[in-house]
Every structure is written in C-alpha cells, then in structure tokens.
C-alpha cells in the first residue's frame, strides 16, 4: 500500500473509460451490462436454468471440493450454489472487467472513492497493521488514528478498572451508548456476540427515540454508577440528540442540577467538535474520528468505545487484527479464491440474472443475533441506489432486501418459505463451532440443524420420495395423490455455508470486514456509489417540519392530505 493522492489505476479497463475529475477523485464510469461477461452470463441463465443443483452433486464428486475456499479462518462452502465452471468464470470476469482490482486500490489508498460527497472511503486504515504510510490529500493519517485508539484504550481502562470514578466517588458499573444507526448497530452487534468475553461494567444501547427504550434502559440504573457515550458522527441526528438531553436530565435531576458532574458521566464520539462542546460535553471528553469513515463502517474507530469499555482493548484489538487479515486477503487474493468477491459475484448472479430480490442472513450462533440487523444497514444503505457513479439512471437491478434472524430460530418461523415459498432467496448459513463457554452437546445439535437446512434447500423431496415415504408410514393408497403436492420441496434453493473454526474477536474481526468488502465489490459493479445515504435525507427534512406542525408551530398546509390528516390525529391525541 503506498501514499499519495493520484488515483491507483493499474491496467486499462476493457470498456468503459476512466476519468479523473480531479487528482482526488477516482471516477471509473463503467456500465456492467455492457461488458461482455454480462451477455455471456445472461445466456448461462437461460442454459443453467433448468439444471437442478442435485444433478450437478450427481455427476461431480469434486464438487464440494472444488466449490469451497478458506481464509482467515473462516470456511466458505459455495457449491450448494446454482453455478458450473462457466458461470464462475464469467462472473470473474465480469468483477474484472469492472475493474475492481483498479478500484478496490484507489479505495485503500485513500482517493476520494465517495464522489457524491468528495471523500475518501479509509475505514481500512483503522485496522491498517502494515508498515507503510496513509494518506488522505497529502496527509498521513495513522498516526492520528493510533493516538485516538490510545486515548480510548486509556479511557477504557480507567473506567474497567475503577479508577474513573462518578460524582460520589464511586466506580462505573454500567455504560449507556447513545447513538443510532451505525453508531450503534456495529457496537451492538459486537458486544453481543463477544458477550461470553465481558469483563468490563455492564453496556447498555439505546437507539430509538420513543422514549421506552431509555426509560426501561434506565429504570435499574444509578446515576452515580452509569456513564453515557454519546455516539454521533455528525452530532446531529435528533433521535440520539433527544436521547442524550434526557440522560443528562436524569443525571441532573439526581445530583440537584450540578452541571459539574456532566463531565464525569458523559463522554462523546463525534467528528463534530463544536457540535458536542455546544451540547455541554467536554472536548477531553470526545474522541475523534474522521469524515473518510462511513457510520455504517465505524465501529473499528472511537464508536468502538462500549466494544473496548465490555471486554477490554486486548480484544478490541484482536477485532482489529482479524479486519486487517481479511483486508490483506481481500487485496491479495486471486479473485477465484477472494472470499469478499465469490460471495459478492454469487449475489450478484442471483440478483441481476436469476431474479432473486432479497438476500437471508442466517447465523446459528446465538451470540450473533444482531448480525442480520448490522448487515442490513451496512449492505441496504450502501448498495440501495438506483443511479450510476455518474448520476445516470441503472436499467438493472442493484442491493436486494438483506433480511434475517438466527437461523435455528427462524427454522421455525420464515425458513418455511425458503423452502417453499415462490421467491428464490439465497442464504447465508453462518456457524462458529466453539466459543468461550459453548457445550458440545448443544453445538452438536445446531451445527446438525445448520447443515440439514442447506442440505433441504438444495436437494429438496420430489414426488416419487414423497410417495414412497407415505407408503412407508401407512397413508391410505387413496390419499396419496391429494397429501403429494404440499409434500414435494422443489429445492434447487442456494445458500453459502460460512464455518468459523471458534467465534473470537479475531474472528469476528474477519467476518465482519469480509461482508463490508464484498459490499464493496457489489457496489463496483453495480457502479453505484456504495458510501453515501442520500436516501435517507428527505425522511429528515420532513420529519422536523412535521415535528414543528405538532408542535402547533406552522399549520400543515405543506403536507399531503394524508399526513395532513394523521398530524391532526396525533394533535387531537396528545392536546
Ligand atoms: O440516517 C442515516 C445515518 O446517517 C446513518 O448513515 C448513520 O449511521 C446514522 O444515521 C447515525 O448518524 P450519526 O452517527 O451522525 O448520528
């Protein structure tokens, strides 16, 4: 990895052109449907159509072999997918003729790969473990990230160990994080799955502005034993902004108004400086981070503070380390054996020729129940775009719905539609064998319910099988016929099985930046800018006018009669 801003271009892209708009911003404008992968894939749809997965086991006993790659300690068996040889191929030759291999460069060593907002995409260089320099316009930006990193993991300590101390002198037992979206999925879902880790007080995670989340969370709290991060990126958004005034409400109301004992229970992660002064938090209390770190892609900076607060920098650290082995692999690997890019590549056959809408997330380790709520926002709000780079309209399909729930307990509840629904869903079957604490004979149990999933899905239960196992248990002959059809599994369903050896935070570290890159890889592409969220901007503006209207503020004339009519209802309720 080197420095410098020029973008990283390394060979020619076989259609499409490159541009450079400025020596900061790397625009490659690159439609996929016209490169020739795509037509020659579009024809392997139409070809493998009709060819059932169970053939294809059948007739190759390498398949599972060969369908099947291992990186930073996490399996990945693809073969349980509708593909052959050929469709592999052109589905690689599809990402290169994208030009990932130019682009996914140009992203690690900072070029403002975010166009729309003119900046660069760098939450790499907060796990970055090499030796060489990072730059964003001509400045290195390591050294910053480790000072901050330091100062958080000195912060953590001295609250993990006591010696920060509240109002009344005592030491913090529970910690609120304030925050919303990725400033607070990622924490979250980490410090969930980690939780068998947790050393350090207990963390707490308020995201939703209606206020029963903060009251239920801090109904059994003490204000003298509790500290509040307040996580923003922007310091803006008016739900964590909401929730932070009524936590300092309540720390004040405890302590009689003194405002000097704000700085021992809050703290603030931010980008925005003056924005948390203004809000009444210390600057030594805040740490930093950067506007080249995607919210949605930040928990590896200072929102990380509740992952480091619950089990310690020595684990954080080992998050970091499992990110980095994975972007090392991810830069490095050959894309036929590139974790991030099959399981982007595979999506993006279901997606764009197969006409699969939506994407299940499915881990069967308890601890990882928020991962399909993380993957969600990190994959939705980055690829749910339906313009190009260059602001032109796509004529093909970009970011399916990502939708999930632990899969032992979603066998039963929405796997019943897998497996025979009429929409073609791909899943991601995800399971780590061993954790601190697991028993085996449990383990034994998912790891078996895990694997007769996949197998169900793909080989599903035809006519004649069906018959024979009715026979078998006796059904009167006359009643076959009828019972057959609500019988009979069509499978051919694909899903990829993930296996992680033990669920560590290095682990963890690894699976983690395996999905951002292979967001990343789908985004290039679909050559859709994968790093902002304008899309969710309207909802805003419209929210604090609507909110102004409920307030008596304005009248709402400027509304539809719709929402003109439920304000009114609302006005009525809440007189
Ligand atoms: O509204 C979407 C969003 O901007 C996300 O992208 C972001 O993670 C979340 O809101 C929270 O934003 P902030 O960290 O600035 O409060």
Redesign the pocket.
């Known amino acids: 990895m080197s420095g410098g801003h020029k973008a990283c271009i390394d060979s020619a892209p076989r259609c499409g052109k490159i541009i450079l708009h400025t020596n900061r911003t790397v625009q490659i404008n690159m439609n996929p449907t016209l490169t020739t992968p795509w037509q020659n894939l579009s024809a392997l749809a139409v070809e493998t159509g009709s060819t059932h997965m169970r053939q294809l086991f059948e007739v190759d006993a390498q398949r599972a072999e060969r369908y099947r790659t291992k990186a930073c300690g996490i399996l990945l068996d693809y073969s349980k997918n509708r593909i052959n040889d050929n469709v592999m191929t052109q589905l690689l030759a599809l990402a290169d003729a994208c030009q990932l291999g130019a682009r996914r460069d140009a992203m690690f060593v900072g070029e403002h790969f975010n166009n729309t907002e003119d900046r660069a995409v760098l939450h790499t260089a907060l796990r970055y473990q090499g030796k060489e320099v990072i730059r964003v316009d001509g400045h290195d930006v390591l050294p910053e990230v480790r000072a901050v990193r330091e100062r958080c993991y000195a912060f953590a300590q001295r609250v993990r160990s006591g010696e920060w101390k509240g109002f009344d002198g005592q030491s913090i037992c529970d910690v609120v994080n304030i925050?919303?979206?990725?400033?607070d999925l990622g924490p979250l879902m980490v410090c969930e799955a980690l939780k068998s880790l947790a050393s350090g007080p207990r963390v707490h995670f308020v995201s939703n502005v209606d206020s029963a989340h903060i009251v239920a969370t801090l109904k059994h709290l003490n204000p003298a034993t509790t500290l509040f991060v307040i996580?923003?990126?922007?310091?803006?958004?008016i739900e964590?902004l909401t929730n932070a005034r009524t936590a300092r409400q309540w720390l004040l109301d405890a302590v009689g108004g003194d405002e000097s004992t704000v700085a021992k229970h809050f703290v603030a992660v931010s980008t925005n400086r003056e924005k948390v002064t203004a809000f009444g938090i210390d600057a030594n209390n805040m740490f930093g981070f950067w506007d080249w770190v995607?919210?949605?892609y930040s928990l590896w900076s200072a929102i990380g503070l509740p992952i480091m607060l619950a089990v310690g920098p020595e684990n954080f650290d080992a998050l970091l380390g499992g990110a980095y082995e994975m972007d090392e692999h991810f830069r490095t690997a050959p894309l036929a054996g590139n974790l991030p890019v099959l399981l982007a590549m595979l999506g993006i056959w279901y997606v764009n020729f197969l006409g699969a809408r939506s994407h299940v997330i499915a881990p069967y380790n308890q601890t990882l129940h928020r991962l399909p709520a993380f993957l969600q926002?990190l994959d939705m709000?980055s690829n749910g775009k339906g313009v190009r780079r260059n602001g032109e309209r796509v004529a093909y399909a970009t970011g399916p719905v990502i939708w999930g729930e632990p899969g032992i307990n979603g066998q039963h509840a929405y796997f019943q539609l897998l497996h025979q629904g009429t929409s073609l869903i791909p899943v991601d079957f995800i399971l780590a064998l061993r954790q601190t604490g697991t028993l085996p004979n449990h383990q034994r149990t998912l790891a078996a319910s895990c694997f007769a999933q996949s197998a169900a899905l793909m080989r599903g239960k035809d006519a004649d099988e069906v018959r024979a196992e009715l026979t078998a248990r006796g059904m009167p002959e006359q009643d076959i016929p009828l019972a057959i059809p609500h019988r009979v599994f069509s499978g051919n369903r694909p899903s990829n099985t993930l296996l992680l050896d033990e669920l560590t935070p290095r682990s963890l570290g690894s699976l983690i930046a395996l999905y951002e890159h292979k967001v990343f890889v789908q985004g290039v592409v679909w050559d859709v800018n994968s790093f902002d969220?304008w899309g969710?901007e309207l909802g805003?503006q419209l929210a604090s006018g609507i909110e102004a209207v409920l307030g008596g503020a304005t009248n709402a004339g400027a509304y539809d009669a719709s929402t003109q009519a439920l304000i009114a209802c609302v006005r009525e309720l809440l007189r």
């Open positions: 925050g919303i979206g990725g400033s996580a923003s990126k922007t310091f803006t958004t964590t995607g919210g949605r926002q709000e969220q969710v805003k």
